[in-house]
């Protein structure tokens, strides 16, 4: 049985598999098939942080597989009351076929992980980000950015960034993150993510300066300078963060067909300017829409792992 908690735990060709299976799925639903991949399964959803796309993506997507998806609140379980997470586990995990969680630490999701009996799936933590970073790549796919292409994350080096950094480690591309001093993305993640370029002969560069880590690259990202969790930070990170929106003039040093991709929720005039967002080089909502099709490559791919 395998969980999805990292792309960390999954080799280059496990992610081609998954994007795979969701081209086809995705495929197969534009033409008006929906096979019953998961026909009678159940999916718990917890949620510990607010979220449209990925709350969205997973109960639908569960629903056209045949399956049923449970929502599940921190206001509504004991989990939210103080009950422990390895206790949780045990006994929702009895209960159903798979389990998707968003919640704030990652050791929390390790920790369920390891007590549930069904496939766990990181709806988010504030490590990672794994399944929004496959629907990014099947973007990436899908826009003819896969090949050599040279991505810049401009902003926050929180979760997102993280993910971007397996996923460039794991495929074997440049990868060129610029946040403010002081925000740089998690040594030890960073050093995990070095580690695996060796092999895979990704180029991995931080630096401080967005003018630099833009200039001609063919995937422009960023995320919310502050992310669920540290909206107390808020008005001292807006100061610190000066300079680093992806607006027009930003835009315009990377390669002239570069795409923009944003995890979304955006923040207008923050980590990116309207005119970015709006552009016609911004692919955010096919990206979003791509959050549907990845989840069911995800779920179908972890249960035929465990047949
Ligand atoms: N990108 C993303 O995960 O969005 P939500 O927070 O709306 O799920
Ligand atoms: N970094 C953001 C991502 C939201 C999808 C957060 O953790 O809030």
């Not at 609140?73 to 998707?100: C, F, P, Y």
């Not at 490590?127 to 902003?155: F, R, W």
């Not at 549907?292 to 792992?305: C, E, F, S």
């Amino acid at each position: 049985m395998r969980h999805f908690l990292t792309l960390k735990d999954f080799s280059a060709k496990e992610i081609k598999e998954i994007v795979g299976l969701a081209i086809k799925i995705k495929k197969d639903l534009k033409n008006g098939k929906r096979e019953s991949l998961l026909h009678g399964k159940t999916l718990a959803m917890i949620f510990e942080k607010n979220s449209t796309r990925t709350r969205v993506s997973f109960e639908a997507g569960i629903y056209q597989l045949g399956g049923i998806g449970l929502f599940l609140s921190n206001r509504d379980l004991q989990l939210g009351r103080g009950e422990d997470m390895k206790d949780t586990a045990r006994v929702i995990s009895r209960m159903v076929d798979m389990v998707v969680i968003r919640t704030d630490s990652h050791m929390r999701l390790e920790e369920f992980a390891e007590f549930s009996h069904v496939p766990v799936i990181n709806g988010l933590s504030d490590s990672y980000h794994p399944t929004q970073l496959l629907a990014d790549y099947l973007t990436m796919i899908e826009c003819k950015k896969d090949k050599n292409p040279i991505v810049a994350y401009i902003g926050d080096g929180n979760n997102i960034a993280h993910s971007w950094l397996m996923l460039a480690a794991k495929m074997g591309f440049e990868l060129r993150i610029a946040t403010p001093s002081g925000y740089e993305p998690n040594i030890s993640i960073y050093e995990d993510a070095l580690e695996i370029a060796e092999e895979s002969g990704a180029k991995i560069i931080l630096s401080n300066d967005p003018k630099e880590a833009i200039k001609d690259a063919t995937v422009v990202t960023t995320d919310t300078w502050t992310s669920m969790g540290q909206e107390e930070q808020k008005e001292q990170r807006l100061m610190d963060f000066k300079g680093f929106c992806i607006d027009t003039a930003l835009f315009s040093k990377a390669d002239p067909e570069a795409i923009f991709l944003h995890c979304l929720p955006a923040y207008r005039g923050q980590e990116v300017s309207d005119r970015v967002l709006e552009g016609e080089r911004s692919a955010v909502f096919l990206e979003a829409e791509n959050r549907l099709h990845i989840q069911k490559g995800i779920m179908v791919w972890l249960d035929q792992k465990r047949n």
